[in-house]
């Protein structure tokens, strides 16, 4: 017989309180609180790192009945520095699971809020907005867990992409692929990796502040930048890097942070979002062919733009919106073959519409050999 675990709190730096049970540390976890709407993939989100610095209100009303396995992970260990559910189930039943999801958070020390009003949480930060919050042991928050929360940092202003990037270079893929693809580490997810593997490229994957020239001595046939975490406008080094290499004729595709970037790199300006896209739902219009596409999405932050243009970059087109909100999606440089998308082609978890943009970067590789 399982005990029950103790009671634990959410409190949200405006005060509100919400009330369950703590499976995992019991210390005050301190993080930005964000929802996703995902119904599976749920260990996909936890190992993404675009989640770094943040605790993961799932929507979904039970969370872990698949339970864990060896092959859908994003990187090497959960990200996120809290997770909030309805319900973690108590049990899992699925052929690919090697574990249940309770013990790995457990293991990796992941604080797990069980049994929230996540509907009542969820409504509450569409309408407030994201904000600060604190996980904690018993039901009402200690001075030392008030603290805590006071000193949490906010997501503005904060590069967390130097933070996960990978120190060292590493390679991807077979030696012999026929193209070579540099990609910039912001907090790089596996399946774009794994990706671009299948679309027969090698990836040299090198740490976000390496500069420009170091890249191209690499002799790429294409530069990628990834998605990460925290705030685009904080990661200061990248804007410049990415200018240079764009004044090559490299192709660039960029994903998420890697698309912030690159409109960054061309004068346009990111905000951040009242409560940002998290999901496997997100509805996108491909302005180029009409068609609209049902994407995954993981982000807080946008480029300022509308159908009517970029704001600020004059150089970049619009290829992209969200038909929820009007935001921008993606981009393209209007001379040169970079361009990006908001959302997560690679999916990991969500549906595959927009995996053919692999194929685009792949022919801007192609013609640049011709
Ligand atoms: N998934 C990502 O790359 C997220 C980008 C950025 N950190 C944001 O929140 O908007």
């Given at each position: 017989?399982?005990?029950?675990?103790?009671?634990?709190?959410?409190?949200?730096?405006?005060?509100?309180?919400?009330?369950?049970?703590?499976?995992?540390?019991?210390?005050?976890?301190?993080?930005?609180?964000?929802?996703?709407?995902?119904?599976?993939?749920?260990?996909?989100?936890?190992?993404?790192?675009?989640?770094?610095?943040?605790?993961?209100?799932?929507?979904?009303?039970?969370?872990?009945?698949?339970?864990?396995?060896?092959?859908?992970?994003?990187?090497?260990?959960?990200?996120?520095?809290?997770?909030?559910?309805?319900?973690?189930?108590?049990?899992?039943?699925?052929?690919?699971?090697?574990?249940?999801?309770?013990?790995?958070?457990?293991?990796?020390?992941?604080?797990?809020?069980?049994?929230?009003?996540?509907?009542?949480?969820?409504?509450?930060?569409?309408?407030?907005?994201?904000?600060?919050?604190?996980?904690?042991?018993?039901?009402?928050?200690?001075?030392?867990?008030?603290?805590?929360?006071?000193?949490?940092?906010?997501?503005?202003?904060?590069?967390?992409?130097?933070?996960?990037?990978?120190?060292?270079?590493?390679?991807?893929?077979?030696?012999?692929?026929?193209?070579?693809?540099?990609?910039?580490?912001?907090?790089?997810?596996?399946?774009?990796?794994?990706?671009?593997?299948?679309?027969?490229?090698?990836?040299?994957?090198?740490?976000?502040?390496?500069?420009?020239?170091?890249?191209?001595?690499?002799?790429?046939?294409?530069?990628?930048?990834?998605?990460?975490?925290?705030?685009?406008?904080?990661?200061?080094?990248?804007?410049?890097?990415?200018?240079?290499?764009?004044?090559?004729?490299?192709?660039?595709?960029?994903?998420?942070?890697?698309?912030?970037?690159?409109?960054?790199?061309?004068?346009?300006?990111?905000?951040?979002?009242?409560?940002?896209?998290?999901?496997?739902?997100?509805?996108?219009?491909?302005?180029?062919?009409?068609?609209?596409?049902?994407?995954?999405?993981?982000?807080?932050?946008?480029?300022?733009?509308?159908?009517?243009?970029?704001?600020?970059?004059?150089?970049?087109?619009?290829?992209?919106?969200?038909?929820?909100?009007?935001?921008?999606?993606?981009?393209?440089?209007?001379?040169?073959?970079?361009?990006?998308?908001?959302?997560?082609?690679?999916?990991?978890?969500?549906?595959?519409?927009?995996?053919?943009?692999?194929?685009?970067?792949?022919?801007?590789l192609r013609n640049r050999r011709q």
């Amino acid at each position: 017989m399982s005990t029950l675990p103790p009671k634990g709190f959410l409190l949200l730096e405006d005060g509100t309180l919400f009330l369950g049970r703590l499976v995992g540390p019991t210390a005050p976890t301190v993080a930005e609180v964000v929802f996703t709407t995902n119904m599976t993939g749920y260990q996909e989100v936890f190992t993404d790192p675009s989640y770094r610095g943040q605790t993961v209100v799932l929507t979904a009303p039970q969370i872990g009945n698949y339970g864990v396995n060896t092959e859908d992970p994003e990187s090497a260990k959960p990200q996120v520095a809290g997770v909030v559910v309805r319900e973690l189930s108590p049990t899992y039943s699925n052929w690919r699971a090697t574990g249940g999801l309770r013990e790995w958070l457990e293991e990796h020390q992941v604080p797990v809020l069980t049994e929230v009003d996540t509907r009542r949480l969820t409504k509450h930060l569409r309408s407030a907005g994201v904000m600060r919050g604190v996980i904690g042991v018993g039901d009402t928050p200690s001075r030392e867990a008030l603290a805590v929360l006071e000193g949490c940092p906010s997501m503005e202003g904060l590069d967390l992409a130097t933070v996960v990037s990978t120190r060292e270079v590493y390679s991807w893929g077979k030696p012999d692929a026929t193209y070579h693809v540099v990609a910039y580490d912001y907090g790089i997810k596996r399946n774009i990796l794994r990706l671009f593997e299948a679309h027969d490229c090698r990836v040299t994957v090198v740490p976000s502040d390496t500069p420009a020239d170091r890249v191209l001595a690499m002799n790429p046939d294409g530069v990628f930048l990834s998605n990460g975490p925290g705030d685009p406008d904080a990661v200061i080094y990248a804007p410049a890097a990415i200018r240079e290499i764009a004044a090559t004729k490299t192709p660039m595709f960029g994903i998420c942070l890697g698309h912030q970037l690159i409109g960054l790199s061309f004068g346009a300006r990111t905000e951040k979002m009242p409560f940002g896209h998290r999901g496997g739902n997100q509805p996108v219009k491909d302005l180029e062919t009409g068609k609209v596409l049902i994407t995954s999405q993981n982000h807080g932050f946008a480029v300022v733009g509308s159908v009517e243009g970029v704001e600020g970059a004059p150089d970049l087109a619009i290829t992209h919106v969200n038909l929820n909100d009007g935001t921008v999606e993606g981009l393209r440089h209007r001379t040169l073959p970079i361009f990006a998308v908001q959302y997560h082609p690679e999916a990991a978890p969500g549906p595959h519409d927009a995996v053919p943009l692999f194929d685009r970067f792949l022919e801007a590789l192609r013609n640049r050999r011709q």
